[in-house]
């Protein structure tokens, strides 16, 4: 039943090794969002695609990208982690810019 | 700059006692949301607020907004200990239900 699916729930990787986050949805919804939420934190947009159109935060590092091949599918890459990357990165979708959004899971990334 | 402030961030309560968790925000908005996180989960919606003296009422839990005076109000009856978790005010900006910005959220501690 789950609706908004986050590959992998954890996920580790090394202090400036690359490193991507996957995000499926079965709603076919339009848009989809990337959130960043550091420990005690409240979530952060970083960026979100509204189909193909990709809107970028204006204060999200260049380090971050994200790639949106098909409706289902959007990926969060991060080129570079440093240890302040370390957080969980939620992937959320809406079915326009006007109706609530759907949470994942989330992924934690530890970078070591 | 549109800023959501939450007041308590820490609330530690009795089983059976009531409380509220108070969010204010600073520049006009068309909407607000309530979430709810476990530890280490993503986020539930709760409620949604459209307009000014908009109230929503689920299980224990009952939401209003007053966007006149810019605040919110989650007002907790007869708490139990499941309703323990972080809770999180956010009013989104940009017109887009992506662009939210969050409160810091509450997390609240509901003791035997």
């Known amino acids: 039943d789950a609706m908004v699916i986050q590959n992998p729930r954890y996920q580790v990787t090394q202090f400036g090794k690359p490193v991507t986050l996957s995000c499926s949805q079965t709603?076919?919804?339009?848009?989809m969002y990337w959130y960043q939420q550091k420990s005690s934190q409240a979530p952060k947009l970083l960026f979100h695609?509204?189909?193909?159109?990709?809107?970028n935060e204006a204060d999200t590092p260049d380090n971050f990208q994200s790639r949106r091949p098909n409706t289902s599918f959007c990926f969060l890459d991060i080129r570079s982690p440093g240890l302040g990357d370390a957080a969980m990165y939620l992937c959320?979708?809406?079915?326009?810019?006007?109706?609530?959004?759907?949470f994942g899971n989330g992924t934690r990334l530890t970078v070591t | 700059e549109l800023k959501v402030e939450q007041n308590p961030l820490f609330l530690s309560m009795q089983e059976g006692k009531n409380y509220t968790i108070y969010c204010n925000y600073s520049t006009t908005s068309d909407r607000l949301y309530w979430y709810r996180q476990d530890p280490g989960k993503s986020l539930e919606s709760l409620f949604v607020?459209?307009?000014?003296?908009a109230v929503k009422q689920e299980g224990r839990l009952m939401a209003s907004l007053d966007t006149k005076a810019r605040l919110s109000t989650l007002h907790i009856t007869a708490a139990v200990h499941d309703l323990s978790a972080t809770y999180f005010c956010?009013?989104?900006?940009?017109?887009?239900?992506?662009?939210?910005?969050f409160g810091k959220g509450t997390k609240l501690s509901v003791k035997p």
């Open positions: 709603l076919n919804h339009n848009v």
């Open positions: 607020l459209l307009s000014n003296g």
């Open positions: 695609y509204y189909d193909k159109d990709f809107n």
């Open positions: 956010a009013v989104n900006y940009g017109g887009s239900q992506g662009n939210l910005i």
């Open positions: 959320a979708t809406s079915r326009d810019l006007l109706t609530p959004l759907h």
